[in-house]
Each structure stands twice: as structure tokens, then as C-alpha cells.
């Protein structure tokens, strides 16, 4: 299904279908939807339903459902499978924000393991693929190899695993040597996520025993990450040798046209935050960008930095 280890990972409010198709020129070869709550879909929530509509261009994309248990996972892949048809399916049990996990739901499933694995075999029973995004687990290897190998026994076809227990959320470093020992573990079962800034962080995890690796902050911090990885590691990518700030502009207008200018502002101006970071001077022209209001205007600012 998928040809190259460059993968975007799932991002709520960020992998909207122009980041999406961006990345894709620039070298990435799967894209995952943000992630979608299951209850939403049930309920006929539009922002749900929207947030699953992949652009043309953009296979293969893997839808990511939120819920607290199997049978409301269940109810929402139905409907995602009746607004698009796609060829896999994701469940997030990893996303540690106190709004999804008080309700039992994202990392809180990994402390009801029965109901994750149950999860898996009901997904299991619409006959696609299905994959699980999980984390790391407080307790070390031993307790997140039981997990991750529970969910393979009830069916799991592929598993990305994050190197960060759920209390550590974004912070700190990722345990990317227990990912590691995971794909060992695994072999071929295992995606990488955590820190992966460079191609050096994407060949520790390929060259650990991953078949592929998640992109997520690397981007934002460099619009250009997939297409150094490519470059760098010799995959294919047609992109043209251009800045960072082209590259930027080239996503912003992208955004403007698909996803209108608010989208647009919000996401640029988060990606040319990080990417100013450690810059000389950058609170003084973040603050300055953050008081703009129009894309042409930010189109101008973004022109004049170095980055
Ligand atoms: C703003 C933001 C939104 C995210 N949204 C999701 C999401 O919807 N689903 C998910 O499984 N992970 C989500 N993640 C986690 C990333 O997919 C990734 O696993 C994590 O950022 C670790 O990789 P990194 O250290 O390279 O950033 C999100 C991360 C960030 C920073």
C-alpha cells in the first residue's frame, strides 16, 4: 500500500488537506487525517465529517478515530467508511489532552487494555487493515510490549508507536530506543514517532527495525523536513531546491485558496514561529507577525525573513 518510510503524522488542527498535499510533493508518502472523534461522527458533528474529506491527490490517507470504546469506534468507521473509502483504518490511543481522555478516550485507552484490544477485533470486523497509535507506557518496555502485543493477537495490522508516556505529552525527550526495541520486537509492525527533526533521526528508527517514521513537529519547525529526509536518505522527491521561506509562501497560498485565510494566518504563523525559534531577534518579529491580519501582508513579512 504504501511505497517510501516518510510518513505525516496525524496532527489535529494542522494536517489539513493543503499541508497534506504539500507534503506529499515534497517526499512524504502517506498522510493521516487529524484526528476525528467517532461520537462526533455519530451524532452528525460537521466539523467531524469535514475534517474526513481528503483532497484529490492525496492517497493514500489513513483516517485516525477517537472514542472511548469499541462499539462507538465501530459506529464512526461505518460512517467514515460511508463518506469516503478508504482502505485502512487508525484508532487513537494516544492523545494525552485532559478533553479527550476524561471521556475515556485516546491515551486513556491504554489503561483499559481488554477494551483496546476489543476495539481492535470489533475495527477488525469491517475487513480492512487497522491500525492503532499508541505510546509508550510509564512503566517501561515490558508493560508497553504486552500492550502493543495484545493489540497485534486481537488483530492490529500495524502500530505507531509515540516515545512518550502520555503524562510527559510533548515534553521532554522520546524514548526513541524503546520504540526501537519495540520494532525488534515486532519486526515490520512497528512505526517510529518522537523527535524526528533531521534524517538522521528518521535513519535511527528505519535502521532500528522501523518501516516507517511519523513527521510532526520537524515540519513545523522546518516546512522543508520531507524533502531533506528525501534528499538526504535518497528517496524520491520532485520538489524543486527552494527556501524555506518559498517553501512557506507556497503552502500559505495553498492554504488561502483551500482552506480560506483564517486557516491560513493560524498555520503560518505557527510554522514560522518554530521556525524563527533560536533565530537573533525572534520574540520582537514574532510578536510583530502575530498583529497581522491578511495574508498579503503576512505574504511580505514571511518574504523578508531569514529562516
Ligand atoms: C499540535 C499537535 C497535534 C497532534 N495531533 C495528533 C493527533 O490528532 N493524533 C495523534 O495520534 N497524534 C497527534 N499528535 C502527536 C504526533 O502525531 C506525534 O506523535 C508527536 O508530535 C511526536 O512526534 P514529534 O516529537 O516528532 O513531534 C499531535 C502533536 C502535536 C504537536
Not at 110 to 120: Q, S
Not at 177 to 199: H, K, T, Y
Not at 241 to 256: I, N, Q, R, Y
Amino acid at each position: 500500500m504504501v511505497d517510501g518510510p516518510l510518513w505525516l503524522a496525524p496532527m489535529a488542527g494542522i494536517t489539513t488537506p493543503s499541508v497534506r498535499l504539500f507534503q506529499r510533493r515534497l517526499g512524504v508518502s502517506l498522510v493521516h487525517t487529524e484526528m476525528v472523534s467517532a461520537f462526533g461522527l455519530m451524532y452528525g458533528g460537521r466539523k467531524s465529517a469535514e475534517i474526513l474529506v481528503p483532497a484529490e491527490g492525496e492517497e493514500p490517507i489513513v483516517p485516525q478515530l477517537f472514542g472511548p470504546h469499541g462499539d462507538c469506534l465501530l459506529a464512526g468507521a461505518r460512517i467514515a467508511l460511508e463518506a469516503y473509502p478508504f482502505k485502512v483504518l487508525e484508532v487513537n490511543m494516544a492523545c494525552p489532552m485532559p478533553k479527550v481522555t476524561k471521556k475515556g478516550a485516546g491515551a486513556a485507552m491504554m489503561d483499559r487494555p481488554l477494551e483496546a484490544f476489543r476495539a481492535v477485533r470489533l475495527l477488525k470486523g469491517l475487513g480492512l487493515p487497522v491500525w492503532v497509535k499508541c505510546r509508550v507506557m510509564p512503566g517501561g518496555f515490558a508493560d508497553t510490549a504486552r500492550f502493543c502485543g495484545g493489540l497485534l493477537d486481537a488483530g492490529a495490522d500495524l502500530l505507531m508507536v509515540h516515545g512518550r508516556t502520555a503524562s510527559q505529552r510533548y515534553e521532554g525527550k522520546a524514548d526513541v530506543e524503546q520504540v526501537i526495541g519495540l520494532a525488534r520486537s515486532f519486526p515490520g509492525l512497528v512505526v517510529g514517532s518522537g523527535d524526528v527533526f533531521s534524517a538522521s533521526d528518521v535513519l535511527r528508527y528505519l535502521e532500528g527495525g522501523c518501516p516507517a517514521v511519523l513527521l510532526a513537529r520537524g515540519f513545523l519547525r522546518d516546512p522543508l523536513l520531507a524533502w531533506r529526509c528525501s534528499t538526504e536518505l535518497g528517496l524520491n522527491s520532485s520538489y524543486p531546491a527552494v527556501s524555506p521561506v518559498e517553501a512557506l509562501v507556497e503552502l500559505g497560498d495553498m492554504l488561502f485558496v483551500r482552506e480560506g485565510e483564517r486557516t491560513c494566518l493560524l498555520l503560518v504563523k505557527r510554522m514560522a514561529a518554530s521556525a524563527l525559534r533560536g533565530h537573533p531577534g525572534d520574540a520582537e518579529r514574532r510578536n510583530r507577525m502575530m498583529g497581522i491580519k491578511s495574508w498579503i501582508e503576512l505574504k511580505g513579512f514571511i518574504a523578508g525573513l531569514e529562516i
